[in-house]
């Protein structure tokens, strides 16, 4: 089985700031990794996924993230946020291939100041 | 292209009611799923249907919990009785496969009191 954890629960920072959203994730065979945002009353949207390849992956929205298979973490990163950032953030891993179900995390609430 | 349609978006019932929702996926999507996301939790997987048959409900309490999908389109939910823990937010979600990427509707938020 898989599973994710996301080491903070709520992400405070300035607008214009750079941010880190950290994720963890645990599995035995290979995986795809995923980020999804959520904005208040919406559903999931899907920032980035990695599938295979570059490890460094570009999103939505000016957001990129990083795959580390040796430390297990998949972080979420934007050099410069916007007050409308201000969301829910989810990672997620399932296994790569075939038809499975993803496992999400519990998720981390960045919060942007002006 | 229009997305995952659900309702209604909010509904508050009492404990031992019953309440059902709906969820239309995106057009030409096989696969679809129905989350439950719990307060400070992520989505958690209650039902898949690939067309109209089911692929995992192994998550679906289905002693309360009913999902069908009729004609491999639209789909309910259904709680009956409903009890204080299944308040949540239930997402729908459909992709085109069950390995492609899942697009998610806004929800439906439960309140039981």
């Known amino acids: 089985a898989q599973s994710v954890t996301q080491l903070d629960s709520q992400v405070p920072v300035f607008e214009e700031a750079p941010v880190e959203l950290r994720c963890n994730y645990s599995s035995s065979v290979s995986v795809y990794l995923f980020w999804y945002v959520q904005y208040p009353n919406q559903g999931l949207q899907l920032l980035l996924k990695?599938?295979?390849?570059?490890?460094l992956v570009k999103g939505i929205n000016g957001f990129e993230a990083e795959f580390n298979k040796s430390q297990t973490s998949f972080h979420l990163r934007k050099p410069s946020v916007h007050i409308s950032d201000t969301a829910e953030y989810f990672c997620?891993?399932?296994?790569?291939?075939?038809?499975?179900?993803?496992?999400f995390g519990r998720g981390t609430s960045l919060i942007v100041h002006p | 292209e229009a997305g995952v349609a659900q309702s209604p978006r909010y509904k508050i019932i009492e404990k031992r009611q019953s309440v059902a929702f709906w969820c239309n996926p995106i057009s030409g999507h096989a696969t679809l799923y129905w989350y439950q996301q719990i307060l400070g939790q992520g989505p958690k997987l209650l039902i898949q249907?690939?067309?109209?048959?089911?692929?995992?409900d192994s998550q679906l309490p289905k002693d309360r919990f009913s999902a069908e999908r009729l004609k491999g389109v639209d789909s309910t939910l259904k709680i009956q009785p409903a009890k204080l823990e299944d308040s949540a937010v239930y997402l729908c979600a459909s992709s085109l496969g069950g390995e492609e990427t899942q697009y998610f509707g806004p929800g439906t938020r439960l309140l039981v009191l």
């Open positions: 249907f690939q067309n109209n048959g089911v692929v995992d």
């Open positions: 997620a891993v399932r296994k790569s291939g075939g038809s499975y179900i993803p496992t």
């Open positions: 990695y599938l295979s390849g570059s490890t």
